[in-house]
T-cell receptor, first 116, second 116 residues
């Protein structure tokens, strides 16, 4: 029952560097999401994916790139990290075959990223 | 676009007492889903309770219950017999019922402190 795994849990990087946050889920959920959590803002959606090779922008996509070549993986890349991208990042997944409120979203444990 | 508002950034409650967390939302949709998530210091996002808008009956899960007022677009969470383990950030979230819209819209969160 591995669920949804994010790596690393903590990351420190420097301005201008590229960094990739990994997300892996074992449920074969169709939907996957990336959120960032900042004090005073709650969780905001960066990108999401409805299936392999299908991705779409969320509320705050600038400066981020995603890919989804396999259903179980959904990496998030910061191509040139900036200090404003210091945040806690959450990956989540959602099944599509269950209806109504059973169709709930499951979250990873988060990655705390610091950009110096 | 839908918005979710949690107007109280912090609250405190004495152990064993009852506390109510408020949440309001704005939407033009008639059917939707509402959720309360708990985030303890471990950062893990944990689903507390969920509500379908077309159901008039308020959802309950053990010590947790909601007061769903559809006309007022209000979705408050009541925690009875508060325990020290209830101390956490609480997030209210909205989801559209439309297929392909599994995205969650979160409020900014509220920090609950439980005093012994």
């Amino acid at each position: 029952d591995a669920g949804i795994t994010q790596s690393p849990r903590y990351k420190i990087t420097e301005t201008g560097r590229q960094v990739t946050l990994m997300c892996h889920q074992t449920w074969s959920h169709s939907y996957m999401f990336w959120y960032r959590q900042d004090l005073g803002h709650g969780l905001r959606l960066i990108y999401y994916s409805a299936a392999a090779d299908i991705t779409d922008k969320g509320e705050v996509p600038d400066g981020y790139v995603v890919s989804r070549s396999k259903t179980e993986n959904f990496p998030l890349t910061l191509e040139s990290a900036t200090r404003s991208q210091t945040s806690v990042y959450f990956c989540a997944s959602n099944p599509i075959f269950q209806t109504g409120v059973k169709n709930i979203q499951y979250f990873g444990a988060g990655t705390r990223l610091s950009v110096l | 676009a839908q918005t979710v508002t949690q107007s109280q950034p912090e609250m405190s409650v004495q152990e064993a007492e009852t506390v109510t967390l408020s949440c309001t939302y704005d939407t033009s949709e008639s059917d939707y889903y509402l959720f309360w998530y708990k985030q303890p210091p471990s950062r893990q996002m944990i689903l507390v309770i969920r509500q379908e808008a077309y159901k008039q009956q308020n959802a309950t899960e053990n010590r947790f219950s909601v007061n769903f007022q559809k006309a007022a677009k209000s979705f408050s969470l009541k925690i009875s017999d508060s325990q020290l383990g209830d101390a956490a950030m609480y997030f209210c979230a909205y989801r559209s019922p439309q297929g392909g819209s599994e995205k969650l819209v979160f409020g900014k969160g509220m920090k609950l402190t439980v005093n012994p």
